[in-house]
């Protein structure tokens, strides 16, 4: 049967970002994947991490610059970018910030992005 998600949970990360999860470990107890729409401020950038799940970030609005082995990428709106498990990556926006879709396959865990100090 059909699940309705009414609202989501409310994830807190340093830096001013804010996380919106819709399905994943916090508010839906899934492990196999979690879904989070986020919203970042202008000039907003986080440490590098390497995480131990894929990520697929869905642009809705400004751009999100990923920075990895290979130099960097930027994602508009209405663009996509996939990052790999064991990927050492840096997300950050532009000077307008961003709104985008974060699917993380398996479930994003604070324990499974291994950020660097």
């Known amino acids: 049967m059909p699940r ?3 609202e989501p ?3 807190p990360v340093p830096g001013g970002k804010v996380i919106n999860e819709h399905v994943g470990r916090v ?3 899934s492990e196999a994947v979690s879904v989070a729409l986020m919203v970042a401020p202008a000039n907003w950038e986080e440490p590098f991490q390497t ?7 869905l642009v809705l609005k400004g751009k ?7 130099g960097q990428t930027t994602a508009h709106a209405g663009q ?3 990052t790999g498990a064991g990927e050492r990556v840096r997300y950050s926006s532009g000077p307008g910030g961003a709104e ?3 699917i993380c396959l398996p479930a994003f865990a604070p324990e499974t992005v291994n950020r660097e100090e």
């Open 4 to 6: 309705l998600i009414t």
């Open 9 to 11: 949970t409310r994830i």
């Open 27 to 29: 508010n839906t107890g």
């Open 51 to 57: 995480p131990e799940f894929e990520e697929i970030t």
């Open 64 to 70: 999100v610059i990923v920075d990895h082995e290979g």
């Open 80 to 82: 996509s970018i996939v």
């Open 100 to 102: 985008y879709v974060a």
